[in-house]
């Protein structure tokens, strides 16, 4: 069974950072690319970056490109996203998901405010 | 960016009776190797999203069949059969043929 737990939200300062990580189980880990989706409180949902199995491709929403970086970790079954310079619009729940979003996470929540 | 157009944005349904929501894209989603990825989620009140269908029309495992997905090119429908209580959500279309990735707005299946 796919299983996939976000950690590493919490509340931020603008233009502070903050580094998400994703746990991931249940599958061959370094075979499937992965995914960080995001939800602002009440709204639809907003695909952030995406990264390949190996971790030599990545993709970026220009709303986050140059802001923000996926990476992980194939030896420890982890996902991460840096988040840099964070504005109160980032605020949102962020998803974890496998491959085209077959499985997502519970989410982490991440707001921005001073 | 591909823009995804959902309707209705809200959808009152009758339990046992069918419902059906539109997904148009701004452009042609087949890609090059012949498939077309779209996909539809549903988002269940205050739970994570479940993918229900992948690639237009097939059904994840676990998913009733009264759940399907049709169409081609840019038009595109989820259907549900015959509504159950346990389909209230909100309910989103996905494109992942060109990047970014996006999504529709999200149509609201409440029971009337």
């Known amino acids: 069974e796919v299983q996939l737990l976000e950690s590493g939200g919490g509340l931020v300062q603008p233009g502070g950072s903050l580094r998400l990580s994703c746990a991931a189980s249940?599958?061959?880990?370094?075979?499937?690319?992965l995914s960080w989706v995001r939800q602002a409180p009440g709204k639809g949902l907003e695909w952030v970056s995406t990264i390949s199995s190996s971790g030599g491709g990545t993709n970026y929403a220009d709303s986050v490109k140059g802001r923000f970086t996926i990476s992980r970790d194939n030896s420890k079954n982890m996902l991460y996203l840096q988040m840099n310079s964070l504005r109160a619009e980032d605020t949102a729940l962020y998803y974890c998901?496998?491959?085209?979003?077959?499985?997502w996470g519970q989410g982490t929540l991440v707001t921005v405010s001073s | 960016d591909v823009v995804m157009t959902q309707s209705p944005l809200s959808l009152p349904v009758t339990l046992g009776q069918p419902a059906s929501i539109s997904c148009r894209s701004s452009?042609?989603?087949?890609?090059?190797?012949?498939?077309?990825?779209l996909n539809w989620f549903q988002q269940r009140p205050g739970q994570s999203p479940r993918r229900l269908i992948y690639?237009?029309?097939n059904r994840d495992s676990g998913v009733p069949d009264r759940f399907s997905g049709s169409g081609s090119g840019t038009d595109f429908t989820l259907k549900i059969s015959r509504v159950e209580a346990e389909d209230v959500g909100v309910y989103y279309c996905m494109q992942g043929t060109h990047w970014p990735w996006t999504f529709g707005q999200g149509t609201k299946v409440e029971i009337k």
């Open positions: 452009q042609s989603l087949v890609y090059s190797d012949g498939n077309t990825y």
């Open positions: 249940g599958f061959t880990f370094s075979s499937y690319a």
């Open positions: 998901a496998y491959r085209y979003c077959d499985y």
């Open positions: 690639k237009v029309s």
